[in-house]
């Protein structure tokens, strides 16, 4: 495969930009090449700089659930540019986007709008501390939260990868109020809440976790945090930024049926541009500046450009929703395939992960926590991954993401990749 401009381009941008990427997980050092420097996308279709296609699974990591340059949505944002990019002024599209963000997910009363999952996560957490006085919060290892220092640790996802659990530069303070406990083990959540009793302010979690590869609760697992923040005074913050509006319009309390207090989006709200977003009950968001004490603010939270992407998705999901079948269907077809070569799949709608499970191939594994995703065979993850780029076809670049499918992956593409998967998984 031709990586001769890509590989210039990545020598150049490793003078400047730390590992050469502005998000570490891009390096590709979990499966050792280079980068490829993306062009331009359409639909599936990533275009390097070298002219080579691939058909992306990644979708910028999950906000492409249209598919890319999805013409109602550039056709606004080129309308929207037109106008001006940013204002630092509220404007009737913040109002719209907040409106349909509610009318998807009801719990969602009242709503803010920021720039990243991060930003959505650190702030929901400085929320929940502010309403309810308390400091501690509990996290699951292998669940990612985006890198504010509070949150850094044990995360899954790019952390994940390079096998480093805590962050350098978090202060030893900020990782003592974040307990983490083991997803999937109602056990370690609840001994964590007698040992620290009357002092979590929240648990927060992936309702859905995609960060140490995809890893859906176990029956009743979401049904006890909930009881248990109930019963404990403390929050319940769904960690959205993946599932909401990707595992149904209505995320993962639709999608489960378990509600929570405070819920956190990003990725597919922001139809691909910087926009996040958290929120949920009227008298926990009452404590946002300038409502109530806790401060957050942001220049660009609420960009009209990027909330024109917002509202241009979320109408044409809300338009359609058999947008959900249709991706269910294929994922579950990608599924098949991945156990037909011994692999241990776990998949929850579009959203899935292909685990390299200890024997996989002779006996069935599972993977339900961080621990039993740590023992998957990297190096066979790594091979796979290869033999797939080197037949057009783009899957996360390390074994602890989630593989995403969207409208524009027609079934002759996923029966095509079906078959790359037979000759990939060797
Ligand atoms: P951002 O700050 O990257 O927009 O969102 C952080 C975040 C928060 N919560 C969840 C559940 C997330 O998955 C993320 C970010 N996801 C990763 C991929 N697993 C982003 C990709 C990257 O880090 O480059």
């Given at each position: 495969m031709e990586q001769r401009r890509s590989k210039q381009l990545f020598d150049r941008a490793q003078q400047l930009i730390p590992g050469g990427?502005?998000?570490?997980?891009?390096?590709?050092r979990a499966v050792g090449r280079q980068p490829f420097f993306v062009e331009r996308a359409q639909g599936p279709w990533l275009f390097d700089a070298d002219g080579n296609r691939y058909l992306d699974y990644v979708c910028s990591w999950g906000p492409g659930i249209l598919g890319h340059a999805h013409p109602r949505v550039v056709e606004a944002v080129q309308r929207a540019c037109g106008g001006g990019l940013s204002f630092g002024a509220p404007t009737a599209g913040e109002v719209e986007l907040a409106e349909r963000i509610s009318a998807c997910v009801?719990?969602?009363e009242m709503v803010r709008l920021v720039s990243s999952g991060t930003e959505a996560v650190m702030s929901a957490v400085r929320v929940a501390r502010g309403f309810t006085g308390r400091e501690k919060i509990i996290k699951f290892s292998g669940?990612?939260?985006?890198?504010s220092d509070g949150l850094?640790?044990?995360?899954?996802?790019g952390l994940m990868t390079q096998s480093v659990p805590d962050s350098a530069g978090v202060p030893a303070g900020y990782a003592a109020c974040t307990l983490t406990a083991v997803y999937n083990d109602t056990e370690s959540v609840r001994r964590l809440m007698e040992e620290n009793a009357g002092q979590v302010a929240a648990v927060v979690v992936e309702?859905?976790?995609?960060?140490?590869?995809v890893v859906p609760p176990k029956p009743g697992f979401l049904a006890f945090l909930r009881q248990i923040t109930r019963q404990t005074g403390a929050l319940l913050i769904f960690d959205?930024?993946?599932?909401g509006f990707r595992l149904?319009?209505?995320?993962a309390s639709e999608y489960t049926g378990v509600h929570a207090d405070l819920y956190t989006f990003g990725k597919i709200v922001g139809g691909g541009m910087p926009l996040a977003a958290y929120g949920g009950r009227r008298d926990v968001m009452a404590c946002v500046a300038p409502l109530g004490a806790v401060y957050q603010a942001g220049t660009?939270?609420?960009n009209p450009v990027a909330v024109t992407a917002g509202i241009e998705t979320l109408k044409t999901l809300m338009e359609d929703t058999g947008i959900y079948e249709r991706i269910d269907r294929r994922a579950g077809r990608l599924a098949e395939a991945f156990r037909r070569r011994g692999l241990t799949v776990n998949r929850a709608g579009s959203l899935l992960s292909a685990f390299f499970t200890p024997g996989w191939g002779e006996q069935e594994g599972s993977v339900t926590n961080y621990e039993e995703a740590c023992q998957c065979d990297r190096e066979a993850f790594s091979a796979y991954f290869n033999r797939m780029l080197e037949r057009g076809i783009y899957v996360a670049?390390?074994?602890f993401e989630a593989m995403f499918v969207s409208d524009a992956h027609e079934d002759e593409l996923i029966e095509r990749t079906c078959e790359a998967i037979g000759e990939s998984v060797l």
């Open positions: 990427v502005n998000s570490p997980v891009r390096a590709f009801p719990d969602v669940n990612y939260h985006g890198h850094l640790v044990k995360a899954g996802s309702p859905v976790a995609a960060n140490m590869g959205e930024v993946i599932t149904a319009l209505g995320g660009l939270s609420g670049p390390s074994q």
